[in-house]
């Protein structure tokens, strides 16, 4: 038995190893992970019990998709809209980003796993983001899967400070207007090294795209998922990739 088909032993009665094609995987899943507070509330504990909860979840779908040979798993962690939450959610979600970083960085060993940031480390505490900084470096050499986490992420910002820059080449006559075109805008956005998602998930059954990688997911296929974050596992994540696989991705064209 491979070490996949161990991981993926124990199948429930609706989905199994043998579902999806590992020949046609996406190459890069992200995921919108929502639910965490609802997780907490609706078992009558502190919403901070559901973002601890959220950790495993996400252990679990980046050890899923290492095993699976996903190329890029990205996450939603953290919003430019979040920092409205009351303080004492942002301090403690900020706290549980450094703890969980320095926890999980055998893992990244373990797994070959790089890290990156999509979003602007520098409004976040020190602490957090000197964490973050130190996996991006430790991490810089790995060639495995990349794990890219959207901290301090928002889609229309990371447009506004693609378009500054290029403008900034403009100005100073670096580049010519016409040579600005769908390729030189990606180029500036945060996901510049990365492919774009081929399959987005949302978790908690909600149909939002919340300022996500909106230019990048322009034929993402998506798949929403009922199930709150923290109950997100291995299993879910192939009905996913199931789900995926069973589409008919055009790209604006027509079926050959
Ligand atoms: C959304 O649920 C979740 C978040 C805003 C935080 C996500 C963070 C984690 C899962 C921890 C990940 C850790 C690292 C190191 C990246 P919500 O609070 O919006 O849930 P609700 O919609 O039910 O209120």
Excluded: C
Aim: hydrophobic share 45%; glycine share 6%; aromatic share 8%.
């Amino acid at each position: 038995m491979s070490e996949l088909e161990l991981f993926y032993a124990d199948a429930p009665a609706d989905i199994a190893l043998a579902d999806v094609d590992l020949s046609r995987l996406p190459r890069h899943i992200s995921m919108i992970m929502d639910g965490n507070g609802r997780w907490a509330t609706s078992r009558g504990l502190d919403r901070s019990k559901g973002h601890v909860a959220g950790i495993d979840a996400l252990r679990d779908a980046i050890t899923a998709s290492v095993r699976l040979g996903i190329d890029v798993l990205s996450a939603y962690a953290f919003s430019t809209e979040n920092w409205k939450r009351s303080k004492v959610e942002v301090d403690l979600l900020m706290k549980l980003f450094a703890k969980t970083l320095v926890a999980e960085l055998p893992l990244f060993y373990q797994e070959n796993v790089r890290l990156e940031i999509l979003g602007d480390l520098s409004d976040l505490p020190k602490k957090t983001r000197e964490t973050f900084e130190y996996g991006i470096s430790e991490t810089s050499g790995h060639t495995g899967m990349v794990l890219a986490l959207a901290v301090n992420y928002g889609s229309r910002r990371e447009i506004v400070r693609a378009t500054r820059e290029l403008a900034g080449l403009v100005a100073q006559g670096e580049l010519d207007i016409e040579a600005i075109d769908e390729e030189s805008i990606s180029s500036h956005l945060y996901t510049a090294d990365l492919p774009d998602p081929d399959l987005l998930i949302r978790t908690s059954g909600e149909l939002r795209l919340s300022n996500y990688l909106l230019w990048q997911i322009a034929y993402s296929e998506i798949y929403v998922s009922q199930l709150l974050w923290p109950d997100f596992d291995r299993w879910e994540l192939l009905r996913a990739i199931r789900a995926y696989q069973a589409r008919d991705r055009r790209f604006g064209g027509v079926k050959a």
